[in-house]
């Protein structure tokens, strides 16, 4: 009985839990009007809308420079110019590719070297808005001596509000809830965040 009541109070302490993450995901965006950084890094995805943000950011004088971090290897950067819709003199002047990236915590890795090549003690972050929680965690356990600001961007096919309505929805929400305890936990138990260490291939500059 015991142990049974323990697992009843862990499922709702879970269960309360994604409840607040959800309500934190829905209530991100739109996100509020970041402050000037050093650097404005975008992490790849599904959708296009969070490259199109960063470099609107960029393109306004947020940051110094974008890192759009895990690139596909195929693409070139004509083919990232066209999805980032961005102004061709601002894109070749000051957008650098990252392709080593190939999940969160590749981004982390690959975030934190550009920022220590670049000396940037500050950066934008633009990623989906149900990703953001847990890419500012890996991030700032990737770099914590640069302070970070989250510029989350919608995401059209999550309706974060509803998100129990369908079987997509629903997963998605609480695959990226359980992800985000798992690197909860491993902050707090071991500290074993990702390491600020090279990055191969590193990130392609502007030139």
């Known amino acids: 009985m015991k142990t049974l009541a323990a697992l009843l109070i862990a499922l709702m302490i879970w269960g309360v839990g994604l409840l607040a993450f959800t309500g934190r995901v829905d209530h991100s965006t739109p996100p509020p009007e970041p402050p000037t950084a050093d650097g404005v890094v975008a992490l790849t995805g599904a959708s296009n809308l969070r ?21 596909n290897r195929e693409a070139t950067r004509a ?14 002047c000051c957008v650098d590719l990252g392709f080593a990236a190939a999940n969160t915590v590749g981004n982390a890795i690959e975030t934190a070297e550009w920022a220590k090549s670049k000396g940037y003690k500050s950066l934008i972050v633009v990623t ?3 990703h953001m929680p847990r890419s500012m965690l890996e991030l700032s356990a990737a770099m914590p001596g640069v302070a970070l600001y989250p510029y989350p961007v919608q995401t059209e096919s999550l309706n974060a509000r509803r998100w129990w309505k369908t079987s997509s929805t629903a997963r998605r929400m609480t695959v990226e809830y359980c992800k985000y305890l798992a690197i909860l936990g491993r902050e707090a138990f071991l500290g074993l965040g990702p390491k600020d260490k090279p990055a191969e291939p590193a990130a392609k500059e502007a030139s």
Do not use: N
């Not at 083919?79 to 070749?92: E, F, L, S």
């Open 128 to 130: 989906a808005d149900y």
């Open 79 to 92: 083919d990232v110019q066209t999805v980032t819709k961005a102004v061709k003199p601002i894109y070749d």
């Open 51 to 71: 490259l199109e943000a960063a470099t609107k950011l960029l393109e306004e004088g947020k940051g110094k420079r974008l890192l759009i971090s895990g690139v």
